[in-house]
């Protein structure tokens, strides 16, 4: 199985989560935060279950997890989270914004 690593601005995706959670559910928000880790491991475990989204980044894929999408990039030996943000927001703008890895 491949390791998993979560980028800096998907750390910060998971902030901005989990502090609107601790507002409205913090029960949710364990929820959550429990479906992501173990999203993240099926991820590393088989990294090309998620969608292609070429569309925005050549490289990047998706799995969604409760209205929100983890978005990620396998590499050789490794598997990068680059973000985790809300399906309803304008994806084209977030990626466009992305540097390459």
Known sequence: MMKYFIAKEASQD?????????????????????EFNKKSQNIAQFPNI?????????????????????F??????SVVIVRVVSGYRDLESIFADMDDE
């Open 72 to 77: 990620y990039r396998v590499f050789e030996d």
């Open 14 to 34: 998971l902030d901005e989560i989990l502090d609107y959670f601790l507002v409205r559910n913090v029960n949710a928000g364990e929820r959550f935060i429990r």
């Open 50 to 70: 998620g969608r292609s989204y070429a569309k925005l980044d050549p490289k990047t894929r998706g799995i969604p997890l409760d209205g929100y999408i983890i």
